[in-house]
């Protein structure tokens, strides 16, 4: 079992002077906190951030994009599927990138104070530079320029905003030096909850987030994105082992945050959505029965936007309903998804476009325990040969079935793969699928200079425009 209970540990910083010092010193409240629990804090606040749901009206940054890749559709309130959506992005950068520059400062400490090995603390600095890479690219990937710069500078209040594909570089630029900089013959966190101290785990995750972030900007960079694919292709994962996930307690604060949504919120709001139940319905895909529960025996998707009777529509299936199930950063089914991609564009030295494609099919069914993926891998319309259009339908309509559950990555993937073809739903704000988050509305009242700078510089802060790397 992974540890957690540091992330219980509360950490208060305070001074004190003249002859009162010690007697306003706490002796029975923390005062301190080790690296760990800030590390381990920003891990659990970012797997909340990804697994949590609402309906949209003020949701964070990433909870709602399953409703914008029609996964799941909200029967009650359809602010969030209508695209009517206020997305707050101070939990990302106070729950995540802030408990992470703590969590450096106090290994940076150590350090110096040869209280810690230096190999050690080297390690867990890359660990922690990997996850802060992680962070920021998925604010990047779904606002574009954001601040970054001057963005934990607790002393300015209104911070400028960094160029997005500026930016991504600098992060892949991060990303392969702290992947240099694992060494696997030393220790690093005893106790951290996602990979528990294993190296060779989070170089594994680094090279995979490689993979991913290098093909986020094939089509716009495409020397950078070839680098960073040749230099990632050999450590990738090779197994749903090796997967990049956060394992979650059955009491609460450690629980899944969809579980708390759905369950001890007894949320009557979220049902399958029609696009992507009929899809796998009209491929009697297995996994239907882990991902959904029916209805009458039948699996039924709401039409999405749509303000609809709760029962008449599959609800997420029982495993979702479950406090200790893990949430998802990165896994073998994705990276086997990306390695297809670039065997088809012919980077990384790739090759067998079909073969990454089944063991990413097979990689999804075998993570739900689900049995047939041979016998689904034989259907015309699922084989590679003969599945319906080029690779990029292929690999995007079968990746957008794998990320049920990694709603951030699946409209990301929609919106650079171009599949499903989705449309949006009446009354709906735009009328197309957002390919971009607007900014907080927030940045529009205290940081008001740079917020309109920023989005001059984009296009505009509008649901409909495309980001550096979405070029088609």
């Keep these: 079992m992974k540890n957690y209970y540091i992330i219980f540990l509360t950490a208060l910083f305070f001074s004190c002077s003249g002859d009162l010092e010690d007697m306003n010193v706490d002796v029975k409240n923390a005062t301190s906190a080790p690296a760990e629990a800030f590390f381990n804090t920003?891990?659990?606040?970012?797997?909340?951030?990804?697994?949590?749901?609402?309906?949209?009206?003020?949701?964070?940054?990433?909870?709602?994009?399953r409703?914008?890749?029609?996964?799941i559709s909200s029967v009650t309130y359809n602010e969030g599927t209508t695209y009517y959506s206020n997305f707050d992005w101070s939990n990302v950068y106070m729950g995540v990138l802030i408990n992470l520059a703590k969590s450096a400062e106090v290994v940076n400490e150590e350090i110096a104070s040869e209280s810690s090995n230096a190999a050690v603390g080297q390690n867990k600095l890359a660990i922690i530079e990997l996850m802060n890479v992680y962070a920021y690219s998925k604010l990047v990937e779904s606002f574009g320029d954001i601040p970054y710069t001057q963005a934990l500078d607790v002393d300015n209040i209104s911070p400028a905003y960094d160029d997005a594909e500026t930016i991504y570089i600098d992060l892949l630029a991060r990303l392969s030096t702290a992947v240099g900089n694992l060494d696997e013959s030393a220790a690093g966190w005893s106790d951290d909850i996602m990979?528990?101290?294993?190296?060779?785990?989070w170089k594994?995750?680094?090279?995979?987030?490689?993979?991913?972030?290098?093909?986020?900007?094939?089509?716009?960079?495409?020397?950078?994105?070839?680098?960073?694919?040749?230099?990632?292709?050999?450590?990738?994962f090779t197994s749903n082992a090796d997967n990049a996930e956060i394992e979650h307690l059955g009491s609460q604060p450690n629980t899944n945050e969809l579980w708390t949504d759905l369950a001890v919120g007894n949320r009557r709001d979220f049902v399958g959505a029609k696009p992507f139940i009929d899809y796998m319905n009209d491929l009697d895909d297995p996994r239907l029965n882990v991902y959904f529960q029916s209805v009458d025996g039948e699996f039924i998707g709401a039409p999405s936007g749509l303000v609809v009777a709760y029962d008449d529509y599959s609800i997420f299936g029982t495993l979702f309903y479950e406090p200790t199930t893990p949430v998802l950063f990165l896994d073998y089914a994705t990276v086997e998804f990306l390695l297809a991609e670039a065997a088809e564009r012919e980077l990384g030295g790739v090759t067998d476009a079909e073969t990454h494609y089944n063991n990413a099919i097979k990689a999804s069914f075998e993570y739900y325990n689900v049995e047939g993926a041979d016998e689904y891998l034989l259907q015309p319309d699922v084989a590679y040969d003969t599945a319906p259009g080029e690779w990029k339908q292929k690999i995007g309509m079968q990746k957008w079935v794998a990320l049920f559950n990694q709603g951030l990555e699946a409209w990301t993937e929609y919106r650079r793969l171009d599949y499903p073809s989705l449309s949006a739903p009446p009354d709906s704000y735009v009328d197309t699928v957002p390919v971009r988050l607007i900014y907080p509305i927030s940045e529009q009242t205290l940081n008001r200079a740079n917020y309109e700078a920023a989005a001059a510089a984009i296009g505009g802060d509008l649901l409909t425009t495309k980001l550096f790397w979405d070029i088609y």
Excluded: C, H, W
């Excluded at 659990?44 to 749901?53: A, F, P, V, Y």
């Excluded at 409703?67 to 996964?71: A, F, M």
């Design 195 to 201: 990979y528990d101290g294993n190296i060779s785990g």
């Design 42 to 65: 920003a891990l659990k606040n970012m797997s909340d951030l990804e697994s949590g749901i609402t309906y949209g009206a003020d949701g964070n940054p990433f909870n709602t994009t």
């Design 204 to 236: 594994m995750f680094g090279r995979s987030l490689q993979l991913q972030m290098g093909m986020r900007i094939a089509d716009s960079n495409p020397q950078l994105a070839s680098d960073t694919i040749d230099e990632a292709v050999s450590g990738v």
């Design 67 to 71: 409703l914008l890749v029609q996964q």
